[in-house]
């Protein structure tokens, strides 16, 4: 099963956004000015420039990182009772933007798309996000609140 896992997530061995992650980023991207801004604004945001930055230069990075370093889990016996018992938690210290939290989000919704062993029961999903930064935070959550109003349509 992880292998048709690892096709559906990542064909040829290459990692990709799926489409509705791509569209929530472009979204969000023309939403912010463009400027140059510090390497340190651009790697820790507290302004809408450094915000666009980050998400323009990391973001799929980090998504990827994500989705790579937790695949075992995602994709293990454990993490499908998780899922199955209709509740999830996700504590996302250090947030930035959500991109754990979406990450992760996004893989369970592949899963229950494309893998048949994957239950479809309603899931709650509780997020706590962590960051001191408010653009963080606030892009964070309008990334999220966008991911499940597109899903829904």
């Keep these: 099963m992880k292998k048709l896992i690892k096709e559906i997530l990542f064909p040829n061995d290459i990692w990709q956004l799926t489409p509705l992650i791509e569209n929530i980023l472009k979204?969000?991207?023309?939403?912010?000015?463009?400027?140059?801004?510090?390497?340190?604004?651009?790697?820790?945001?507290?302004?809408?420039?450094?915000m666009r930055a980050f998400?323009?230069?990391?973001?799929?990075?980090?998504?990827?990182?994500?989705?790579?370093?937790?695949?075992?889990?995602?994709?293990?016996?454990?993490?499908?009772e998780v899922i199955n018992s209709g509740k999830l938690q996700i504590l996302d210290i250090g947030s930035g933007p959500a991109v754990a939290s979406l990450a992760i989000t996004d893989f369970i919704f592949q899963l229950f798309h494309n893998i048949s062993g994957y239950k479809r029961k309603p899931l709650e999903i509780t997020y706590v996000l962590n960051d001191t930064s408010d653009?963080?935070?606030?892009?964070?959550?309008?990334?999220?609140?966008?991911?499940?109003?597109?899903?829904?349509?």
């Design 55 to 80: 998400l323009d230069k990391f973001y799929a990075r980090h998504y990827f990182q994500v989705q790579n370093s937790l695949f075992d889990y995602l994709t293990s016996q454990e993490f499908l």
């Design 27 to 50: 979204r969000q991207l023309l939403k912010l000015p463009k400027r140059e801004v510090s390497q340190v604004e651009q790697r820790y945001p507290t302004l809408p420039s450094g």
């Design 135 to 153: 653009i963080c935070l606030g892009t964070g959550k309008e990334m999220l609140n966008n991911y499940f109003s597109n899903r829904s349509q």
